[in-house]
């Protein structure tokens, strides 16, 4: 076998020379701002189409439409990758800042094309989309005009928006500044420490118990001191997007997130039932690893305390070797399309300060490539996440046959393709471990991903929806609401909890997220929805790449139940389809209690 040496710094230049002050992107962002302006102007005389004839004018439309978008994805895409290297690049903030006033324009002149379609009279519609023209957008443009049509007027609808600048975003807004401003006061090794919360919730994993004990009272006393600032917060979040939902005539709290998620009710009771019905096997989990940790029961502050270290190191180029050895085994598409991917300076992994924390993989429309970025610094861990933001690019990489107005998949399909590479890694990972420790460290980070997803997820989406119906007779006070999340956590970790963590409502931003809401649910369904192919991949072996991708191709013009029963013929509003992807999870808690077994 010949040693491949892999860059581990990207190569940006392909899109524009120069780094953030290049002339080139420069140039690109004016010409996309001028196209702005002008389809802007275009729209005003944008009208209601009445008959078979305003065809033209609607691919047209649609024309200028993917255009200004993909250019702006592109610059945006790029501008994101200069920020992300290097957190002291000025020039790329301001850019940033730019695109993101782009971006604003360019969704106002969706929301503009979106209200006409929706005011379209139904024959006429009907008859535009059997035309061969736009036949093939059927599903989006039918999106876009019946949310259209769940929505009020144009000019309420922009009131609403204008009104919520203020009134919304910015309560989401205050609660980041005060989160920000907080500070933890903590004695790490006999020296007195002040803390950000983001520094402090780090401390979760500590491996010393007392540090990890003493950073979550910490931070509880700073949640219980603001509690309740932060309780009108949410209150006052909750109580404009109820008042919306009510002008709407929307009874359902969940009615926009599963619309925007292109997914049914008994889709989401389906599969918060069938993990309801499963937890047996993580309460035990849980109870093995307090065990290991010297307690009887689990303490909230103990979830994320490591009960065994990795050790197993791997350099780039051997993470490299290694993904696409697995990856191979799976099919010959995905290896090559990442092996062309570390040939060609797609990722950035390069260990080395000023860089953001975090991965992702960001796709560049116009070039059709995509980037990878992360640090790697050789743990086991990092070539999951490796894995994982390649399953991403390979997400785009698939969907560039289609149309760009037929790639916009919904939060929950998202992390389909990710999940699914670092599954073929992690898994094979747990199956190549050469001790026992190495394999307890590798299956414990596994099932913890599970108890995310199938325990924190659950009470989040608990207290959210409880919260809400409570909200609509009134204020909710902090109190309630500490009661609200306490019971949430102990019905969703089936009972498994010594202490809690009633202030977590506090705590987490995704609450207080005023763009998406029910920022909780569509995490689980990616999760199980991933491994539910896995599964089907397993079983079926390396014929199953075609198949995988032609799923991937649809992500973004099906609802979830027609894709899963198209591609996997699989109905996902029983029960029966989650439990196919929950019983993997069972298996790697069974293999936890059996090697750990013997280590007792
Ligand atoms: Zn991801």
Redesign the pocket.
């Known amino acids: 076998m010949i040693e491949e040496n892999y860059s581990v710094v990207w190569d940006l230049d392909t899109f524009f020379v120069g780094g953030s002050n290049s002339t080139a992107l420069r140039k690109h962002l004016d010409e996309v701002k001028n196209k702005l302006v002008a389809f802007e102007e275009e729209l005003k005389g944008f009208y209601t189409p009445s008959s078979l004839q305003d065809v033209n004018k609607i691919v047209h439309t649609i024309d200028k439409l993917k255009d200004i978008a993909v250019n702006l994805s592109e610059a945006g895409a790029v501008i994101g990758c200069f920020q992300a290297q290097d957190t002291t690049d000025k020039q790329a903030a301001l850019l940033e800042g730019e695109v993101g006033m782009l971006y604003a324009k360019l969704s106002s002149s969706m929301l503009t094309i979106q209200q006409k379609i929706g005011q379209t009279e139904e024959t006429v519609w009907q008859d535009l989309l059997q035309t061969n023209e736009l036949s093939t957008f059927a599903f989006v443009l039918n999106e876009w005009r019946n949310e259209a049509k769940l929505m009020l007027s144009e000019k309420e609808e922009d009131m609403i928006t204008n009104l919520s600048v203020d009134g919304y975003h910015a309560w989401g807004q205050l609660y980041d500044m005060s989160v920000g401003d907080i500070r933890i006061k903590l004695t790490l090794d006999g020296v007195e420490k002040v803390l950000s919360v983001g520094q402090a919730n780090n401390l979760s994993s500590h491996e010393d118990a007392a540090i990890r004990k003493e950073s979550f009272n910490a931070l509880e006393t700073a949640w219980t001191e603001k509690e309740d600032f932060f309780a009108k917060t949410l209150n006052h979040i909750a109580g404009f997007r109820l008042a919306v939902y009510e002008k709407r005539g929307w009874d359902s709290v969940l009615q926009e997130p599963l619309q925007i998620n292109r997914m049914k009710q008994e889709t989401l009771d389906a599969m918060w039932g069938a993990i309801s019905k499963n937890k047996a096997p993580f309460v035990e989990y849980l109870q093995r690893k307090s065990a290991m940790l010297g307690e009887k029961r689990m303490h909230w502050y103990d979830l994320d305390a490591p009960v065994s270290a990795s050790t197993e190191k791997m350099d780039f180029q051997q993470g490299a070797a290694f993904i696409l050895k697995h990856f191979k085994e799976f099919g010959p598409k995905l290896a090559a399309f990442s092996r062309n991917a570390f040939e060609k300076g797609w990722i950035e992994a390069e260990d080395r300060p000023n860089k953001r924390p975090g991965g ?2 960001t796709g560049m429309p116009v070039s059709e490539e995509s980037r990878i970025f992360m640090t790697y610094s050789g743990s086991m861990s990092n070539v999951s996440t490796l894995a ?2 390649l ?2 690019a390979f997400h785009s990489y698939a969907l560039r046959p289609v149309h760009w107005m037929n790639r916009q998949y919904a939060m929950g399909v ?2 389909t393709a ?2 699914f590479a670092e599954m073929i890694v992690a898994d094979a990972a747990v199956k190549e471990a050469k001790t026992d420790e190495e394999k307890i460290a590798l299956l414990e980070d596994k099932i913890q991903r599970s108890v995310a997803f199938f325990m924190n997820i659950h009470a989040r989406y608990l207290f959210e929806t409880r919260f809400y119906e409570e909200r609509k007779k009134g204020m909710v006070s902090a109190t309630r609401l500490n009661d609200l999340m306490e019971a949430a956590q102990k019905e969703a970790y089936g009972d498994a909890l010594e202490t809690t963590h009633p202030h977590f409502w506090a705590s987490k931003l995704h609450f207080y997220i005023t763009d998406v809401p029910f920022y909780n649910f569509p995490y689980t369904f990616g999760y199980l929805f991933s491994l539910s192919i896995y599964a089907k991949a397993i079983t079926e072996g390396s014929s199953f790449e075609e198949k995988y991708i032609s799923l991937l191709q649809d992500t973004a013009v099906m609802t979830v139940e027609d894709l899963a029963m198209k591609h996997l013929g699989e109905d996902i509003t029983k029960e029966g389809f989650w439990i196919k992807g929950i019983n993997l999870c069972i298996q790697d808690v069974n293999e936890f209690i059996q090697f750990t077994n013997a280590k007792g």
């Open positions: 992702f993989c994982h933001e399953g991403h998202a992390e990710s999940t």
